[in-house]
């Protein structure tokens, strides 16, 4: 079992910054694939970017250039750099684990980025 709990979240203007974290506890951290996910009202759930294990880094194409992901397996937490923010990435952000078919959500954080 994981726990995940995300934290960082806010409101902040188009052109802004915000870091989210993503803090694990309750198993090896290591072993986990890690992702953030993002749901806007009204649309279903999206990758925004995972890192593996090994740290084999995916970014969406829409994020790209903006966003960065990263984490450290000392403090078992993985983070999500986010600047140049748009209004369209508005949403709720959740954090990921899967490994070996088991697959874990924390409940999210709210980002709010106005125009």
């Known amino acids: 079992q994981v726990q995940l709990v995300e934290s960082g979240g806010g409101l902040v203007q188009a052109g802004g910054s915000l870091t989210l974290s993503c803090a694990t506890s309750g198993s090896t951290f290591s072993r986990y694939r890690i992702g953030w996910y993002r749901q806007a009202p009204g649309n279903p759930r999206e990758l925004v970017a995972w890192?593996?294990?090994?740290?084999?880094?995916k970014y969406v194409d829409f994020v790209k250039g903006r966003f960065t992901i990263s984490r450290d397996n000392a403090k078992n937490t993985v983070y999500l750099q986010m600047n140049s923010l748009k209004p369209e990435d508005t949403a709720v952000y959740y954090c990921?684990?899967?490994?070996?078919?088991?697959?874990?959500w924390g409940k999210g954080t709210l980002v709010t980025v106005s125009s």
């Open positions: 890192i593996s294990s090994a740290g084999i880094i």
């Open positions: 990921n684990a899967y490994a070996a078919n088991m697959d874990y």
